[in-house]
């Protein structure tokens, strides 16, 4: 069982900055694949970014650009750095482990003026 805690989230205004934090718990977080994902009201929730054990990045083509994943498994933790934020880019923000049911609570991003 791995558990997921996000954090980072707030309001923002369009044009800003926002940091995500996921730490995860247990050992194995170094072995693990992870990804962001995002909801929005009303709608489904969507694939933001991944990132593989070994460091490499995918995005939305939405958040090209904009959006950098990272990890650092020292701290068994994964980043989401998110840049020119967008109305668009409100919603509730999840860590998942893919490929698992593991998800965390989320955080919520509110973008607005």
């Known amino acids: 069982q791995v558990q997921l805690v996000e954090s980072g989230g707030g309001l923002v205004q369009p044009g800003g900055s926002l940091r995500l934090s996921c730490s995860a718990s247990g050992s194995l977080f170094s072995i693990y694949n992870m990804a962001w994902y995002r909801q929005a009201p009303g709608k489904q929730r969507e694939l933001v970014a991944t990132?593989?054990?070994?460091?490499?990045?995918d995005y939305a083509d939405s958040v090209k650009g904009r959006f950098t994943i990272s990890r650092d498994n020292a701290k068994n933790t994964v980043y989401l750095q998110m840049n020119r934020l967008q109305p668009a880019d409100t919603g509730v923000y999840y860590c998942k482990v893919p490929g698992t049911s593991y998800w965390g609570q989320g955080t919520q991003v509110t973008v607005s003026s």
């Open positions: 990132i593989t054990n070994s460091g490499s990045t």
